[in-house]
């Protein structure tokens, strides 16, 4: 065996350890190298820029109040904090304020407060609610500190990257000298100093920042979403943790992608005492759970830690199957220890004259082995097991133990800056009231149901099961429907509750998990973009002709000065379709208000699956901002919409309609999502029924509102008698009607007008409005729209005319209708119909080359388009859709290729799922690229096979290479790490002027002697308890 005496080796290994202890001997030595070597801690800086006196809270939560707590105190006041902050229970809010007294006479630095009851995590709470400071470090209440302790522990923080930094411990004995149970605590402690130091030297990771004493910066601590996690997390849903504090905090660390760190040596290394009693065993099984219900969460739950700290990850693994070499390895330590020739000479001297109570220690250590193996085992399966267990008083169980509603087990989110970490609130501007009401909304409401937004983004798309559930046809809609139905434009709402159920209870499905975390991540960067913008028309620089900023305003896309007449007389504008008009992005209207429905279309969607509060109050104040603060609001009217210059007196035609068309119902779709939320009031409801009632006045008797009506639809009049009208006229038949269609009936749905929502699901005879009406003047015989594929870019407006449909469709189902699917034009050619349409897409998609007779531009592009098409459709109608064998066989002649999607792998996600769904056969490229993406953010898996090896050295084998591979990754990570800080040091020392000789930011020191008779020093070590 390998015993460590002044570093100075004395070896003794026997060749007969066998794989197992080879395998063990490895990494043992190579992490003692590493310890040895390779790691160094960070000195403070010359000019730093974190101050113990003034950036640094000290929170201590307790329920004892003996004198090791008074010895303890004041060694920190020692180094000179800005505040101490002491977190007890009534009880002993008494003592402990004489302590503090005594301690600190004036009062200035020391402060108690107390918690209604005794739970660590609920204290750490009330302490970090009180903190002022960048910086708060936890310490236990017996944990003695150096003076030079927060100086050096800050260092590290100078890195903005660092959230979190650990220190190295020695254990000091309760009485004179050490009992047993403190000898076998300070063998773990010396064992735990050499591998988080090795893990942060190769990556960066460490197991855990022990809550002994840990610092953290006080932004991720004050953040909403971790203290609700923090308090109420659960094993299995169902056992509320009351120890493991920081297991969670380092879990939390790493999946937020900050940085941790551990300072070694002598300047910040700090004394504890441990049970001096059968206790310690007590304490060990706390540990050990607290090991095995965090570390399964990291590995394999989480699996941040793969990405950012490989080889740390690796070495949790590797905790997993020590109870198997635990009782191979004391089996061969056992024999070994009664052969002198290996360990006699080299140890027994010094040993028996330095501390001879040491001699005990080497037999005691094998028996605690083997005990600690099987020990783990019983842990494993005693998990369920929460309490603190060597604390009276410590556990009360009569916290609220409530289940959460999302994900308490991990929180894959991340910050968008690590820099900027904001606590969620709710917004408090508030519009004025108002009384005014009109005949086209609903007098009185008293809680908003909105109407909801476009086709879901595809992150949510790829939930499951979310295609597969059948819609059946509702009962009726009634007057008040709107309330109780939750009428979406796209998606159903029950289905979308049904759905986020399911996440909840599955929350370790990894398709849950990683759609979670691209959605989290999506919504993460939006509300950062959101945040920044002011959602208003006022901001434009050009005015329309009415000269009022609050006039929504935008240029014909498709119009340009007449060329064939001199300047300046080119006027009025002519049509060049399909060349578009730079001058357009002149005016930022249409961009902005494109902005504002796709962000609250994002957020809403994640208040809803993530129940973050940000994002409600974020889609809130965008809304509010864009239509009812007096402020920047705009006037309800489109005058100026898609002007075409010196046309019509620069005023709006009906093509002007479809720039609000297009997205406003995602607006009522955002609100019907965060409906539940405290962010979006009943006054903002009254006022935005207001604006809504008014553009709707605006829509029925203004000549560009009427003009979009004529030869559909007679307004007039229609909202007091309720009746519908058929003008005679000419008829739009493009994409435009469509998309107005979808306007009217979404802002009916919003303001609760059932004729208004209704108007797409009757027959072509009563409405023009109608799905079957759009079916019979839109789609041919053969499945094309004539008055889009005469168009340039053809396969675009014909899906994006199709879109419009099944966003029609969609509606019509969440008001209770039954879907379209089934209905054949006048012709009664089968290709006249939704489905025909779609088929007749297929050819050009699968194979541009295919001889499609229409213009096809940026097919690349469009594919991600026709993707989420198919998914809507087959998410509306299951049964009759698109199951055709005409749809099968276009797939079996034009299959996909991979080059086609790597635009949006996203996209190819939820199309292979559909058209698994549908049977479809997919080539094995798309699965293998597909499942590589899924896997790869989450382990790297190395399959080793020997025919005729032995398992045990298979399985050997396969651990040694995954921890090679799990190495160089975490090497390359930490070394692009270091580079990316050295970059920051520089600007720093450039600023500063720092000398040359100042710039050098490790601290080289000596070593400690590792002698297993240094109990003193409490670095106590054998080769036996080391390698295991």
């Given amino acids: 065996m390998l015993y460590l005496k002044n570093l100075n080796f004395a070896a003794g ?71 101490i902050i002491i977190v007890t229970v009534e009880a002993s809010r008494q003592p402990l304020e004489l302590i503090a007294r005594r301690c600190d006479p004036q009062s200035q630095v020391v402060r108690v407060i107390t918690v209604p009851k005794a739970n660590k995590r609920l204290q750490m709470i009330a302490g970090i609610n009180e903190t002022k400071t960048n910086i708060i470090v936890f310490c236990d209440d017996d944990v003695l500190w150096p003076s030079t302790l927060l100086t050096w522990i800050l260092a590290p923080f100078e890195n903005p990257r660092v959230g979190g930094v650990g220190t190295s411990q020695v254990a000091i004995p309760l009485g004179k000298r050490f009992t047993i149970w403190e000898i076998l605590a300070a063998y773990r402690i010396s064992i735990r100093n050499v591998e988080i130091c090795a893990t942060t030297a190769i990556d960066g990771g460490v197991c855990c920042l022990s809550g002994r004493t840990a610092a953290y910066r006080s932004k991720i601590l004050k953040d909403s979403k971790f203290q609700h996690q923090f308090a109420n997390e659960f094993w299995v849903k169902k056992y509320h943790q009351h120890s493991g504090d ?124 083997w005990y600690f193996a099987i020990m783990k085992i019983y842990c494993l399966f005693t998990l369920r097991v929460t309490d603190w267990g060597t604390r009276a008083g410590a556990d009360d169980k009569n916290i609220p133990s409530r289940r959460p509603t999302t994900d308490n087990y991990m929180d894959l989110s991340r910050p968008t800056e690590l820099e900027e970490i904001t606590v969620p609130g709710v917004s408090t501007s508030e519009a004025s009231n108002s009384s005014t009401s009109s005949t086209w909304g609903r007098s009185t409401p008293s809680t908003f149901r909105g109407s909801q937004s476009t086709i879901l983004p595809l992150l949510v798309c790829s939930l499951l099961c979310f295609c597969a559930v059948p819609v059946s046809e509702a009962a009726t809609l009634q007057k008040t429907s709107f309330y109780t139905s939750n009428a979406l434009v796209q998606g159903n709402y029950q289905q979308m509750v049904n759905n986020r159920n399911y996440i909840n209870s599955n929350q370790y499905n990894k398709q849950v998990v990683f759609t979670l975390s691209k959605l989290r991540k999506e919504c993460d960067k939006t509300l950062q973009s959101s945040n920044e913008t002011t959602y208003s028309v006022t901001l434009k620089t050009k005015l329309p002709a009415s000269n009022d900023s609050k006039d929504y305003y935008s240029l014909a896309r498709y119009y340009f000065p007449d060329t064939s007449k001199p300047v300046p007389n ?48 974020e ?112 008829t739009l038949r493009n994409n435009h009607l469509t998309y107005h269609a979808i306007h009217l009936a979404s802002i009916g749905g919003y303001l609760g007008n059932t004729t208004l929502m209704e108007l797409p699901s009757l027959d072509s005879a009563s409405s023009n409005f109608s799905v079957y009406y759009l079916i019979d ?29 099944l966003l029609l469709s969609q509606y019509i189902i969440s008001v209770g209708k039954s879907v379209p699917f089934s209905y054949i034009g006048s012709t009664g050619f089968p290709a006249q119909s939704i489905t025909g349409s779609i088929n007749y897409l297929f050819p050009p998609t699968y194979n541009p080359e295919s001889g499609w007779p229409h213009s096809i531009q940026a097919i690349s592009v469009e594919i991600p388009k026709f993707a989420r098409l198919l998914y809507t459709a087959h998410s509306l109608d299951l049964e009759k859709y698109p199951k055709s064998n005409w749809a099968l066989e276009q797939q079996n002649v034009y299959p996909p290729t991979p080059s086609m999607y790597n635009s949006s792998l996203v996209s190819i996600h939820s199309y292979i799922q559909i058209s698994k769904a549908l049977g479809v056969n997919l080539a094995a490229t798309h699965d293998i690229q597909l499942l590589w993406y899924d896997i790869t953010p989450y382990a ?86 080391l390698k295991i």
Avoid at 658 to 676: E, K, N, R, T, W
Avoid at 783 to 799: D, F, T, V
Avoid at 980 to 1009: H, I, P, W
């Fill in 246 to 369: 920081d297991k969670f905090l380092t879990r939390w660390l790493h999946s937020h992608y900050w940085d941790t760190w551990i300072q070694a040596c002598p300047q910040v290394e700090i004394k504890s005492t441990f049970k001096d009693n059968y206790k310690f065993l007590l304490q060990l099984l706390r540990w050990t759970r607290n090991s095995w219900r965090s570390d399964l969460k990291s590995i394999f739950f989480e699996r941040q830690i793969w990405r950012r700290n490989p080889f740390t990850a690796y070495t949790m693994i590797d905790k997993f199957f020590n109870p198997i070499t635990l009782l191979v390895g004391p089996v061969t330590v056992f024999y070994y220890a009664f052969h002198p020739a290996n360990i006699g000479p080299n140890y027994s001297v010094e040993t028996v004259i330095g501390t001879p109570q040491d001699i005990i220690a080497i037999p005691v250590w094998l028996v605690f082995s």
């Fill in 619 to 730: 889609t809130a104040r965008a809304i509010r901002q864009w239509f009812i603060d007096p402020k920047y609001s705009l006037n309800p009217n489109l005058n100026y919409a898609q002007v075409r210059t010196n046309r019509n007196d620069n005023f709006s035609e009906s093509n002007g309609l479809l720039d609000f068309g297009l997205s406003m119902h995602q607006v009522f779709d955002a609100l019907i999502l965060i409906q539940d939320s405290s962010a979006w009031t009943e006054d903002d409801d009254i006022q935005l029924s207001v604006w809504m009632e008014n553009y709707m006045d605006w829509l029925t008797t203004s000549d560009i509102g009427t003009s979009a009506s004529k030869g559909h639809l007679a307004f007039y009049d229609m909202h007091k008698a309720n009746i519908l009208i058929i003008y005679e006229g000419e």
């Fill in 777 to 805: 003047t839109q789609i041919s015989d053969n499945g094309s729209m004539p008055y889009e594929i005469l168009r340039h870019h053809a396969y675009h407006y014909q899906l994006f005319d199709l879109s419009a449909l």
């Fill in 940 to 1025: 790297v898996e190395i399959v080793w096979l020997s025919v005729a090896g032995d398992v045990i050295i298979s399985i050997i084998g396969v651990f040694m290479a995954v921890g090679v591979v799990a190495l160089a990754c975490g090497i390359m990570i930490n070394f692009r790490r270091k580079l990316e800080y050295q970059r920051v040091v520089a600007e720093k020392d450039k600023r500063c002027g720092t000398d040359k000789k100042e710039k050098n930011l490790m601290y080289n020191f000596e070593k400690s002697n590792f002698l297993i008779g240094d109990i003193s020093g409490g670095r106590l070590m054998t080769g036996s308890m």
């Fill in 13 to 83: 290994i026997p060749l007969e350890i066998g794989f197992v202890g080879i395998y063990r001997w490895f990494w043992y030595l190579f992490k003692l190298a590493i310890y040895l070597f390779v790691y160094k801690p960070i000195k403070p800086r010359c000019h730093p820029e974190l101050f113990p006196e003034k950036d640094v809270t000290i929170i201590v939560p307790t329920i004892d109040h003996g004198k090791e707590i008074e010895m303890a105190l004041m060694t920190w006041l020692a180094c000179q904090p800005a505040k």
């Fill in 570 to 617: 080119d006027l009025p504008y002519v049509d060049l379709d399909p060349e578009v008009n730079p001058d357009i992005y002149t005016i930022q209207d249409h961009a902005l208000f494109g902005n504002l429905t796709k962000n609250v279309k994002i957020l809403s969607l994640g208040y809803f699956y993530l129940n973050t509060l940000a994002y409600a109050t």
